[in-house]
C-alpha cells in the first residue's frame, strides 16, 4: 500500500494532468460538435480532432479511475478494479489514441510535405476521402489489439487435476506467460510509430529542400508553406515525444515488473497521463482556428 507521503505528489501532479486534459479535450469535442451541427457536416480535418479528443477523453478517464482507487482504496483496486473490463478499456483508448495521432500525422505529411513522385501525389489527393476510412481501421485495429489482450491475460482456466499439480509452479508459469503475451500483441503498436517516423523524417527532407530552394531564390525569407512545413514539425515532434515516453510507460506497466504502490508505480502513471493531455495542447496552441475560442473558454481574452 503506498503511504501517505508518496501518494500527495502524484495526486498533485495527476489532478493537475487530468483537469489539464479534460478540459482541452473536451474543447476539442464541443467545438467540433458545434461545427457539426452548425454545418451539418464535418471536413476530415475537423472529423479528426474529434475523433483524438473523444479517444484522449476517454483514456483519461480510465488513468483517472486507476489513479483513483490505486491511491486510496489499493486493496479494492487489486481486486475488483483492475480486471477483465477496465483492461480491455485501457488497451483500446491507448491503441485508438495513438493511431488517430498517427493519422494526424500522416495527414500533415502529405498535405505539407513537397514530394512530386505520383504515388505520393496520388495519396496527397485522395487523404481528405480516405480520412474516414483510416479513422475506422484505427478503431477496428484498436478493438482487435483489446480483444487479443484480453484473451492473453485471462486465459481458459485449466482443469483441476493440472491446478493441483504443482500449483505454486503453474501459477507463475501461466502469469509469465500471460505478460509475455500481453507485451507481444501490444508490439503491435510499434507499426504507427513507424509510421510516424517515416512521415517526420519525410517532413524533414521536405523542409529542407523547400528552405534550400527559398535561400536560393529568395535569400533565405519564409514564406506560407515554410511556415506551414515548420509548424507541423512543431507538432509532429512534439507528439513524437509524447508518444515514446507514453509507450515507454505504457510497456513498463505491463510487466507488472514495479512494486504495486512504489514510486516508480506512480511516476509510470504520471507520464502515461501527460501524453493524452500535453499533446491536445500542442493540437490547439498550433491551430489557429482554435486558439481564440480557447483563450475565451479560459476567460484569457482581454477587455475590447
Known amino acids: ?67 483513483f482507487f490505486s491511491v486510496f482504496f489499493p486493496l479494492f483496486y487489486r481486486v475488483k478494479v483492475y480486471g477483465a473490463a477496465m483492461l480491455f ?6 491503441s485508438v489514441s495513438l493511431w488517430f495521432a498517427t493519422c494526424l500525422s500522416v495527414f500533415y505529411c502529405l498535405k505539407i510535405s513537397g514530394f512530386t513522385q ?57 502469469k509469465i506467460r500471460q505478460i509475455n503475451g500481453v507485451l507481444l500483441v501490444n508490439l503491435a503498436l510499434l507499426f504507427p510509430l513507424a509510421l510516424f517516423v517515416m512521415c517526420t523524417f519525410m517532413l524533414l527532407i521536405s523542409l529542407y529542400k523547400h528552405t534550400h530552394r527559398m535561400q536560393n531564390g529568395s535569400h533565405g525569407v519564409r514564406n506560407a508553406s515554410t511556415e506551414a512545413h515548420i509548424n507541423a514539425l512543431k507538432t509532429v515532434m512534439t507528439f513524437f515525444c509524447f508518444f515514446i515516453s507514453y509507450f515507454a510507460a505504457f510497456m513498463a506497466n505491463m510487466t507488472f515488473s514495479m512494486p504495486y504502490g512504489s514510486h516508480c508505480f506512480f511516476v509510470l502513471k504520471d507520464i502515461m497521463a501527460a ?10 496552441l498550433s491551430n489557429s482556428k482554435f486558439q481564440q475560442p480557447f483563450r475565451r473558454l479560459l476567460c484569457l481574452k482581454k477587455n475590447q
Request: glycine share 4%.
Open 1 to 67: 500500500m503506498a503511504s501517505s507521503l508518496s501518494a500527495i505528489p502524484h495526486l498533485i501532479v495527476m489532478s493537475a494532468e487530468f483537469i489539464t486534459g479534460i478540459t482541452v479535450n473536451a474543447f476539442l469535442i464541443l467545438i467540433n460538435c458545434k461545427e457539426l451541427i452548425k454545418s451539418r457536416k464535418l471536413t476530415p480535418m475537423q472529423l479528426l480532432f474529434l475523433c483524438i479528443g473523444m479517444s484522449r477523453f476517454g483514456l483519461l478517464m480510465v488513468l483517472m479511475v486507476q489513479s
Open 118 to 174: 505520383s504515388y505520393f501525389l496520388w495519396l496527397k489527393f485522395r487523404i481528405s476521402k480516405l480520412m474516414s476510412w483510416l479513422l475506422l481501421g484505427s478503431f477496428l485495429a484498436s478493438m482487435s489489439t483489446a480483444a487479443l489482450c484480453i484473451e492473453a491475460d485471462y486465459p481458459k482456466e485449466a482443469n483441476d487435476e493440472d491446478v493441483l499439480k504443482n500449483a505454486t509452479l503453474k501459477r507463475t508459469e501461466l
Open 275 to 284: 501524453f493524452p493531455s500535453g499533446h491536445s495542447i500542442i493540437i490547439i
Open 89 to 94: 478499456f485501457w488497451m483500446f483508448f491507448s
